[in-house]
């Protein structure tokens, strides 16, 4: 704590002359005054570095030129409470999983701030904060931007349950190597760009996937309404193709059971429906998906 | 070849240029050996590493090493016999703009399960079907933040597939085989501007995505059918079409926050503009002179559709530790759909050629809106978070597959709880649980479930510097009643895990997870006569798993992993085995060592055609610089 003091009294001296501090704000030489080694530390690493150049306009804060130098309290908020008694009571200290820890960070990111809120709220809701996944700057990240573990092994520690689904015999294979969640899954909301987008289901497949994306003259509803895992599991299945039944005929029968008796399940080729319905996702000439 | 001397010739330059960076760098290098045993087409769609030369590892960090660039970076790996490459640029420069490259190619091979063809007399799995492709993925951004006013960025992206698919399928009431060679791109640019300073974000960005497909089909394993000698020979299999899409999509976003305010939202519109020119050809020879003939379609398809999607989250601080919140979604998208031209039969013989063209003209519509509206209690006060929802949506799905088909038109009303509560004390110790329950008033298909509840809870413990304990279970039930299918879906999941990192860098993980899932749904059989059944799906999964990795004086570090995956239900039971190890010496001059091995193994109960086992082992050499 004496060091987020020391960075805060010390950063506060070095604001220059002119640039107005808001309001609490007692700028970064105050913080070095304690906190010297963290300073240092900040200013170069990535996050201090990106402050310092890139991101001079970014912060909404009035610190118009002068990101960096107030970069402690933009993050820690106003820190004139703490400087005159040094309690961890009275500065943001965002450690901890907390929302208030997030603060700091949104304070910048709001774009992120609000793709969360839209696209992620179980994060938001179950407190997971910034600093679950990132380091704050002062620390060596493990990967860009800022993680805290390689990305590999980022989500991990709270998604076991995900990640023993990528141990099953037929597992996606973007998660084989390496194991990425960001692959499909936008973790602040995201551009139409990066996922041709999240916002519309299903199209978090047909990212990779695009000959399935369509639209199809003859499209199969199930994949246009309920989405890819009306039939199959994404992360990984026992089954091939990532099925959620073991045989085809079965999976297809739950809906279409209603279909002719010229079907007789006791004939092998009745039993693999895609070997006359091949266009199971979709048919731009069969309405009976024969081809596609 | 050609690839290979590609990422070859790029880590050579690159390991040159790492020589005379002021920065740092590494690029390393391996060469592996692959024994394999029973179903190679089965491991391939499973993990497909393979023989020979390939990329280890390449990174370049140059910070200020050009004039003008702030940061350049470099890294790739996985170039060679890996499935898996990746390779990307970071750029900064002028203190005003930055760039952005990615590149990753993936191979991929599928070997599907025809369980029930395998009573035809010749079947062999790998050659019944089999896909293989490589999907090579280009991302890119470029932004500049030289202006006050804000952000300016441009995307790019391109995702091109190539290879081919072996597959049969049914003509003349015969299984043939035919092959597809497989030529699909998409590219998309969008352009975005992010205000800053004003007080509600604004995000408007415009994008267009490019589609096209050209598969070009042949005959595979000369035509003969696949079980017998007929007179029937495939002769012709041709695709000579081409699908083609464009897709504009424009998004507005905005966001405002204060100490007591959010507003949240976005507005999305998307046109789906699709055409196929098709002319594809299948053509039999009968045996004898007989004469040829073919079933031609000559049609053209198109397919349109518009989309608009809003979402909007407003929400109040009526205390600092109290937030109420109104959550609202809606997307609607309908798309009319359209096909015209000719299916001819065409028969040569006889000394002549004879069309009889069949005109087809079809139309379908395919509509669905999604409404759903919410709202939250957020309760939080220091370490305890409680949050309590009610939603309230609906799903409108209507569709009509042609002239000739019935209209389906289904609306899903869906009502729900969901609670979440939450414990952080700081990163010792974070808990959540929570409890979700919703119900469904209608179907749109027969397996939609009725009532869906879950109950699930995670728990996080770092007790001791290095030591990591997680656990988590949940528990579902997904239902719907006998007029449906009834559906009975539980499931039921739990695992632990720790993780142990001593200051030497030792570290050792174990992981234990239990996954059961038992589903029905009643079904309609036709053999020998229309009697119903029940298709049941059983798993009960087992996985096991420790790694650990130990560093050995000062030059040794060994790193070794077991994963067992056991599946004791009744549908599909198997093991597998996933064992790896490698030992890295730390050599003179910044260089590295390594030798690995993998073993996999695959056992499936009901049948053998699918196992395999295979080992790979291997070398590698890295120099750091």
């Known amino acids: 704590m004496r060091k987020i003091l020391l960075a805060t009294l010390v950063l506060g001296a070095a604001v220059p002359v002119g640039a107005a501090l808001p309001k609490g704000w007692v700028g970064k030489d105050t913080c070095t005054t304690c906190h010297e080694d963290v300073v240092k530390a900040f200013v170069a690493g990535p996050h201090g570095r990106r402050m310092a150049t890139v991101a001079k306009d970014i912060c909404p804060l009035e610190l118009k030129g002068a990101v960096l130098d107030g970069s402690c309290e933009s993050c820690h908020g106003p820190g004139e409470a703490h400087a005159n008694d040094p309690s961890k009571t009275n500065i943001r200290t965002l450690r901890g999983s907390t929302r208030d820890a997030s603060a700091g960070c949104t304070s910048c990111h709001s774009a992120q701030a609000a793709g969360i809120a839209l696209r992620t709220p179980a994060h938001e809701r179950s407190g997971v904060a910034c600093l679950d996944c990132h380091v704050s700057g002062h620390a060596a990240p493990a990967a860009e931007p800022l993680l805290a573990r390689d990305r590999g092994a980022l989500c991990a520690p709270c998604h076991l349950a995900e990640v023993a689904q990528f141990s099953l015999p037929y597992a996606h294979r973007e998660g084989r190597k390496p194991f990425e969640c960001t692959s499909c899954h936008s973790i602040h909301g995201g551009t139409t760009v990066r996922g041709r987008v999240e916002e519309l289901g299903r199209d978090r497949c047909v990212t990779c996937h695009t000959e399935k994306a369509g639209p199809q003259v003859y499209p199969h509803p199930p994949q246009m309404v309920g989405g890819c895992t009306s039939c199959h599991r994404p992360h990984g299945s026992p089954n091939a193709s990532l099925l959620t039944r073991s045989s085809v005929a079965q999976l297809c029968l739950e809906c279409h059971s209603n279909t002719t008796k010229f079907h007789d399940l006791s004939r092998p080729m009745f039993q693999n429906c895609p070997s006359c319905h091949s266009a199971v996702h979709g048919s731009q000439r069969d309405p009976k998906l024969f081809n596609e | ?625």
Not at chain 2, 203 to 227: F, H, I, M
Not at chain 2, 233 to 250: A, E, Y
Not at chain 2, 578 to 584: H, I, V, W
């Open chain 2, 1 to 625: 070849m050609r690839g290979k001397s590609w990422w070859l010739g790029g880590a050579l330059v690159s390991l040159a240029v790492a020589a005379s960076a002021q920065e740092w760098g590494q690029v390393g290098v391996g060469y592996a050996w692959l024994n394999s045993d029973g179903n190679r087409d089965t491991y391939a769609s499973q993990y497909d590493l393979s023989n020979g030369l390939f990329l280890d590892t390449l990174r370049l960090d140059l910070h200020s090493f050009f004039p003008g660039v702030s940061r350049f970076e470099v890294s790739a790996s996985g170039f060679g016999a890996e499935p898996f490459a990746r390779a990307s640029v970071r750029a900064e420069w002028d203190r005003e703009w930055s760039l952005r490259l990615d590149y990753t190619r993936r191979r991929g091979a599928f070997a599907p399960l025809f369980v029930g063809l395998s009573a035809a007399s010749s079947f062999v799995p790998s050659q019944w079907r089999s896909d293989e492709f490589a999907l090579a993925r280009w991302t890119g951004s470029l932004a500049y933040d030289g202006w006050d006013f804000g952000r300016l960025r441009l995307d790019l992206r391109d995702v091109s597939r190539s290879g081919s698919q072996t597959f049969a399928f049914y003509g003349l009431g015969l299984p043939y085989v035919a092959r597809s060679s497989l030529d699909d791109r998409e590219s998309e640019a969008g352009i975005s501007l992010e205000t800053r300073h004003w007080p509600v974000h604004l995000l408007l960005e415009q994008d267009v995505a490019w589609y096209t497909r050209k598969s070009r089909g042949s005959v595979a394993d000369g035509g003969q059918p696949l079980n017998t000698n007929d007179q029937y020979v495939l002769s012709q299999f041709t695709t000579p079409g081409k699908d083609s899409g464009t897709v504009p999509t424009t998004r507005l976003g905005l966001n405002y926050r204060d100490d007591r305010f959010e507003l949240i939202g976005q507005g999305l519109y998307r046109r789906d503009r699709f055409d196929a020119d098709r002319n594809d050809t299948t053509g039999w020879h009968l045996v004898g002179g007989a004469g040829d003939t073919s079933f031609i379609d000559a049609l053209t398809g198109k397919a349109d559709t518009d989309t608009k999607l809003g979402d909007l989250r407003l929400g109040w601080a009526a205390t600092p530790s109290l937030t109420l919140r109104v959550v609202g979604h809606y997307q609607d998208s309908s798309s009319d759909l359209g096909v015209a031209g000719n299916e001819i039969l065409r028969i040569v013989g006889g000394g002549g050629t004879f069309d009889f063209p069949l005109p087809v003209s079809d139309q379908g519509v395919l509509n669905r809106t999604d409404k759903d509206v919410a709202g939250e209690v957020d309760l939080h006060q220091g370490p305890f978070g409680l949050l309590v929802a009610y939603h309230d949506g609906s799903q409108q799905a209507a569709w009509q597959h042609g002239l000739a088909y019935q209209r389906e038109d289904v609306t899903r009303d869906a009502k729900g709880w969901n609670a979440t509560a939450s414990l952080a004390l700081g990163r010792t110790f974070t808990a959540q649980v929570g409890w979700q329950d919703q119900s469904f008033e209608r179907y749109v298909f027969l397996t939609d479930p009725e009532t869906v509840s879950r109950l699930w809870a995670k728990v996080t413990a770092r007790p001791l510097a290095g030591l990591e304990l997680s656990a988590y279970g949940n528990h579902d039930r997904a239902d719907n009643p006998a007029s449906e299918v009834s559906l009975r879906q539980p499931a039921d999941g739990a695992g632990i895990s720790g993780t142990y990192t001593a200051p030497s860098g030792a570290f050792v993980n174990v992981n234990l997870d239990v996954f059961k899932l038992t589903s029905s749904a009643d079904i309609t059989f036709f053999a020998p006569l229309l009697t119903s059944g029940v298709s049941r799906y059983d798993t009960n999964l087992l996985t096991t798993g420790v790694r650990g990795g130990l560093p050995i004086g000062k030059t040794l570090r060994l790193e070794a992993g077991a994963l067992q995956v056991k599946d004791r239900g009744a549908s599909l039971p198997f093991t597998s085995h996933a064992y790896d190890a490698r030992l890295e010496m730390a050599g003179p001059l910044q260089f590295d060592f390594g030798v690995f091995a993998n073993y996999w193994k695959y056992d499936l109960k009901n049948s053998g055609d699918q196992d395999y086992n295979v080992t790979r082992c291997g070398v590698s050499v890295r120099r750091r610089f």
